[in-house]
């Protein structure tokens, strides 16, 4: 079973939309979450961290719920400039990451 | 700063081919690391570095081997290659207390 499991989606929006990707986690010791955003044939980069009391950064919140071991971002008012590949990534301990396979967005006019 | 950078962009190889995929980093960065990336597998970690000197294995280091002879440099390299390599490889780099990671723009490899 891969450490990290999300939704691969694709999810496809109209722009405006509200949209939501979950990701759940096996390993209880995890310390560390992410969002990353991955654009068509790019590199990853960090989209925000998730904190236990989750946070915002403008139209995105991420959610963190240790007990169930789970992960969201919300994204609301999707812009085109949306349309990525979003990575779920948690660090158990040490240096490593663990990345999801990534879920899909495409954000339509 | 240029941060992280990789050459090349893009490498053909013939099966049995060896070859070094060069990563370097301007910003000091203690930490170094290689993924590959495969569709529907996700990034998985290779070799990684967390200062000159230091190396370490990570999720998938068969085949591949590093060496960190200074604190900018990581170079991977594929010592006899094979189909089963083809991937997506990219870089990345990251202050020791930080939990980001900055990653180059990728090395695209086929082994034909």
């Known amino acids: 079973r891969k450490e990290v499991e999300q939704d691969p989606g694709p999810f496809n929006v109209p722009e405006g939309a509200t949209v939501a990707f979950n990701c759940t986690y096996s390993?209880?010791?995890?310390?560390?979450f992410f969002w990353y955003r991955q654009d068509c044939r790019k590199e990853p980069k960090l989209l925000m961290s998730?904190?236990?009391s989750g946070n915002e950064d403008g139209r995105f919140t991420a959610q963190l719920n240790r007990a169930s071991q789970y992960i969201s971002l919300l994204i609301r008012d999707s812009k085109l400039s949306d349309s990525a590949t979003y990575l779920c990534v948690v660090r158990a301990s040490g240096y490593a990451l663990n990345f999801g396979k990534g879920t899909s967005l495409l954000v339509t006019p | 700063n240029a941060g992280v950078t990789q050459t090349p962009k893009f490498q053909v190889l013939k099966t049995g081919q060896s070859m070094t995929l060069q990563c370097a980093q301007d910003?000091?960065?203690?930490?170094m690391s290689w993924y590959r990336q495969d569709p529907g597998m996700g990034l998985r970690l290779i070799h990684y570095s967390v200062g000159a000197g230091i190396t370490d294995q990570g999720e998938v280091p068969n085949g591949y081997n590093v060496s960190r002879s200074t604190t900018e440099d990581f170079p991977l390299r594929l010592l006899s290659a094979a189909p089963s390599q083809t991937s997506v490889y990219f870089c990345a780099s990251s202050y020791s207390g930080s939990d980001e990671q900055f990653f180059g723009p990728g090395t695209r490899l086929t082994v034909l």
């Open positions: 910003m000091n960065h203690e930490y």
């Open positions: 998730v904190y236990s």
């Open positions: 390993n209880s010791a995890s310390q560390s």
